[in-house]
């Protein structure tokens, strides 16, 4: 089965920038879509940036259009999301997820998910 392990998460000021990243093993098929939602407290997963298995696509929540870029290494079999011009609202635990290309920005489009990486970004 794939296991999803994230790593980049932490502290930063308004303004500032992280690099969260998500490296998958263990899995059978692991071109597949790769995405990250995020939580904030008191609300539901959305959906925050997918890349498809190849590569070739990429979406992105209008909230982060512009300010988070997603991107695969297939040799390496991770995905990062380099978050810059940070906002307070941007706070929530991130996750990354592993599905389908045909519904990158639905939860129900993955399978896995890792463990969760918070994100906090200070006022």
């Known amino acids: 089965q794939v296991q999803l392990v994230e790593s980049g998460g932490g502290l930063v000021q308004a303004g500032g920038s992280l690099r969260l990243s998500c490296a998958a093993s263990g899995g059978t098929f692991r071109n597949l879509a790769m995405g990250w939602f995020r939580q904030a407290p008191g609300k539901e997963r959305e959906f925050v940036a997918a890349?498809?298995?190849?590569?070739?696509?990429?979406v992105y929540a209008d909230s982060v259009n512009g300010r988070f870029t997603i991107s695969r290494d297939h040799a390496k079999n991770t995905v990062n999301l380099i978050m810059i011009s940070l906002k307070p609202e941007d706070t929530a635990v991130y996750y990354c997820g592993e599905g389908a290309d045909g519904a990158m920005r639905a939860r129900g489009g993955y399978a896995y998910w890792g463990q969760g990486n918070q994100v906090t970004v200070s006022a």
């Open positions: 890349i498809s298995g190849s590569g070739a696509s990429t």
